[in-house]
């Protein structure tokens, strides 16, 4: 079955940095779309990133600049490194990807930025 498990959330201080990694399994990964989103608390799940098959990427506005999305297929990974955090990207962010059966989500790993 589809598993996505996210991984290398933290606590950091504004300005700093953190790389968020996806493993997936149970998906031909290399040619599926991988997306990350977020939720904070008290807001509605938002999309932030998502990286194709074939590499292409697309970014929320609110992150672009700041956040690159990248995969490696060999290891059935998906990446989010985020730069310049603001203590408003603190939220838990969760892997996605989308089958014709649905959509399958990761349990989400914590992002905290602190001011």
């Known amino acids: 079955q589809v598993q996505l498990v996210e991984s290398g959330g933290g606590l950091v201080q504004a300005g700093g940095s953190l790389r968020l990694s996806c493993a997936a399994s149970?998906?031909?990964?290399?040619?599926?779309?991988m997306g990350w989103y977020r939720q904070a608390p008290g807001k509605q799940r938002e999309w932030v990133a998502h990286?194709?098959?074939?590499?292409?990427?697309n970014y929320a506005n609110s992150v672009k600049g700041r956040f690159t999305i990248s995969r490696d297929n060999a290891k059935n990974a998906v990446y989010l490194q985020m730069n310049s955090l603001k203590p408003e990207d603190s939220a838990v962010y969760y892997c996605?990807?989308?089958?014709?059966?649905?959509?399958?989500w990761g349990q989400g790993t914590q992002v905290t930025v602190s001011s």
């Open positions: 996605k990807t989308s089958r014709i059966s649905g959509d399958y």
């Open positions: 149970g998906i031909i990964f290399s040619i599926s779309t």
């Open positions: 990286i194709t098959s074939g590499g292409n990427t």
